[in-house]
């Protein structure tokens, strides 16, 4: 079977542009656009470990380096930005990040 080809059409591209993501939000975008490219065909989302594998997030890769205010401003923007349960999930995978989402709303240092 020949392998299908995924058109980005320009419009998707200024729209992709004019986003300003991050270069993780970019790979999260590539990521997912490879899941099911044409959209015809229904995909489960991958669990979170398995898409942060995939697009080696980099709030991993700031806890390898240590720094950890990296790791807070993000998650917290992520947070303002209502990602809530992904950032609980988050702070459940890496308990070595020091990081808790409180119930209300607000991330703060542990241990």
Known sequence: MA???YRLTP???QLLRAANLTAA???LWSYLATLDPFGDRYQEMPDLVEILE???SSCIAAHDQGDRPFILAKLSHLWQHGWH????DLCQIYPTWGIA???GGV???IG
């Open 11 to 13: 419009d998707i591209a």
């Open 107 to 109: 991330l703060e240092a």
């Open 25 to 27: 939000e970019w790979r």
């Open 101 to 103: 989402a409180t119930n």
């Open 54 to 56: 995939q697009i080696e």
């Open 3 to 5: 392998d299908l080809h």
């Open 85 to 88: 349960d992904l950032i609980e």
